[in-house]
DNA sequence: AACCAGGCGCATA
DNA sequence: TATGCGCATGGT
């Protein structure tokens, strides 16, 4: 993978493992968007970014310092994922999956906004979580540029009642939003302590809170706490490793690339060959 | 017009 | 440990 500095611009180019469509639309996130002209436009760690994909280059439309200090780590680019697919690659499943999966890369996402969107996530379809995340961003976080807010951190939502939260449509679900936001704006939940923690510790901790449960505290340990041994199972990857795996299979022996292999397992599942034998079903 | 969504928490056996 | 249910809302 190469990266050349411009004044205006980064260029990535020289990898496979690259794909904003599948980075964006694999599940992990909720608030990128994808213009017309096919460049696609975010707001994450109180910016917003622009970037486009031409010609098996990505084009970061940001300077060098704003790249190095923020986006090189939060698409996760100092790791080799073409190694991290030949690894997982360990059964004729694994290899399609993986191979079809290419270009998927796991964000290094805030961790508060990661809580707050799985937990918004559950037993909800990805349109609606869309929605109210843009909605509790627009309501209650700050205007950026080009239309885009940032997300309200635990102290702008601690205060608030689930009445405030009325507009967001969020449903049962907003209760369990001001509650979190209480417990780390207190520090009753020290969520950075729990990057260092061991996976149970830190999933301890995370369940702890109301509304989170096993799946939502996976989430958040593989998408904001850099816990890449996490391993969530939702509905998708309960038919995907029933279908296609023992019944008695251990995440964890793909061991710290667990969180990489269950993202190319539920990708693979929902999107590609791996998922059409459910729809006929 | 139903069905169900990247669940959770609680009750019951 | 396993299974069932209600929970708010609305996308498909």
Same mark, same amino acid.
């Given at each position: 993978?190469?990266?050349?500095?411009?004044?205006?611009?980064?260029?990535?180019?020289?990898?496979?493992?690259?794909?904003?469509? #599948?980075?964006?639309?694999?599940?992990?996130?909720?608030?990128? @968007?994808?213009?017309?002209?096919?460049?696609?436009?975010?707001?994450?760690? &109180?910016?917003?970014?622009?970037?486009?994909?031409?010609?098996?280059?990505?084009?970061?439309?940001?300077? #060098?310092?704003?790249?190095?200090?923020?986006?090189?780590? !939060?698409?996760?680019?100092?790791?080799?994922?073409?190694?991290?697919?030949?690894?997982?690659?360990?059964?004729?499943?694994?290899?399609?999956?993986?191979?079809?999966?290419?270009?998927?890369?796991?964000?290094?996402?805030?961790?508060?906004?990661?809580?707050?969107?799985?937990?918004?996530?559950?037993?909800?379809?990805?349109?609606?979580?869309?929605?109210?995340?843009?909605?509790?961003?627009?309501?209650?976080?700050?205007?950026?540029?080009?239309?885009?807010?940032?997300?309200?951190?635990?102290?702008?939502?601690? &205060?608030?009642?689930?009445?405030?939260?009325?507009?967001?449509?969020?449903?049962?679900?907003?209760? !369990?939003?001001?509650?979190?936001?209480?417990?780390?704006?207190? &520090?009753?939940?020290?969520?950075?302590?729990?990057?260092?923690?061991?996976?149970?510790?830190?999933?301890?901790?995370?369940?702890?809170?109301?509304? @989170?449960?096993?799946?939502?505290?996976?989430?958040?340990?593989?998408?904001?706490?850099?816990?890449?041994?996490?391993?969530?199972?939702?509905?998708?990857?309960?038919?995907?490793?029933?279908?296609?795996?023992?019944?008695?299979?251990?995440?964890?022996?793909?061991?710290?690339?667990?969180?990489?292999?269950?993202?190319?397992?539920? !990708?693979?599942?929902?999107?590609?060959?791996?998922?059409?034998?459910?729809?006929?079903?």
């Amino acid at each position: 993978m190469e990266i050349k500095f411009f004044d205006d611009r980064v260029i990535v180019s020289g990898t496979d493992d690259f794909s904003a469509g #599948k980075i964006f639309d694999c599940g992990q996130c909720f608030r990128w @968007v994808r213009s017309p002209d096919g460049s696609w436009t975010g707001s994450a760690l &109180g910016r917003v970014l622009r970037l486009r994909e031409e010609e098996g280059s990505v084009i970061f439309e940001c300077g #060098k310092e704003e790249f190095l200090g923020v986006w090189h780590d !939060y698409f996760d680019l100092g790791r080799d994922y073409a190694a991290l697919r030949k690894r997982l690659s360990v059964s004729e499943y694994m290899e399609r999956a993986c191979g079809f999966g290419a270009g998927i890369r796991i964000l290094r996402q805030d961790a508060w906004e990661a809580l707050c969107t799985f937990i918004i996530s559950q037993c909800n379809n990805i349109a609606r979580i869309t929605g109210i995340v843009d909605r509790l961003c627009r309501i209650f976080g700050d205007e950026q540029e080009g239309g885009f807010c940032s997300f309200p951190g635990p102290e702008r939502l601690c &205060g608030l009642s689930e009445r405030d939260l009325e507009p967001l449509r969020a449903g049962y679900r907003a209760s !369990y939003i001001i509650s979190a936001a209480r417990s780390v704006a207190s &520090g009753a939940l020290e969520l950075e302590a729990l990057r260092s923690c061991d996976a149970e510790t830190a999933e301890a901790a995370l369940t702890a809170l109301p509304g @989170v449960g096993r799946k939502v505290a996976s989430c958040v340990m593989l998408f904001g706490l850099g816990h890449t041994e996490a391993f969530p199972v939702d509905t998708w990857m309960r038919r995907a490793l029933r279908d296609n795996f023992g019944p008695g299979f251990d995440p964890s022996v793909f061991g710290p690339d667990a969180g990489f292999a269950q993202q190319y397992i539920f !990708y693979y599942s929902r999107w590609g060959r791996g998922g059409e034998r459910y729809v006929c079903d």
